[in-house]
């Protein structure tokens, strides 16, 4: 009977040993996707803002119809969750969000006169 027993604590120490790692991956998965998802909608932000600039008239500060004099602001350009860098044309603007905790990956916002997209990817 003893060794009955002692066969169980250890097969209910193994099952809670993987349930834990189970979770722990669990939990950092779901904390990148996280990241993933508030770096995009910074980059969103960003494009916004882009083309805020884009179509206001020189007269008042803004591009009038060309994205070039664009620039991040400065409370924008490093955030909690990722380094902004910002490539720029007359008719388009690129913005790059570098992560700090991953370096697997990097968000990309295109930006155009009409639409703002998104692409996670790599580096």
Known sequence: MG????????????????AVVVGINL???SAEESTKDTIVSE????GALAQQYYKKPTEMGGG????LGFEIPSNLDTTVSAVWTASLTAEEATFTGT????????VTVTVT???ISSRVGEP
Do not use: A, D, M, R
């Open 99 to 106: 992560p700090k905790e991953y370096t697997e990956w990097v």
């Open 64 to 67: 009038g119809g060309s994205f």
């Open 43 to 46: 980059g969103t932000n960003l």
């Open 113 to 115: 006169p009409t639409g």
């Open 27 to 29: 939990f950092n998965t």
């Open 3 to 18: 060794q009955q027993q002692l066969l169980l604590i250890v097969l209910g120490v193994i099952i809670v040993g993987i």
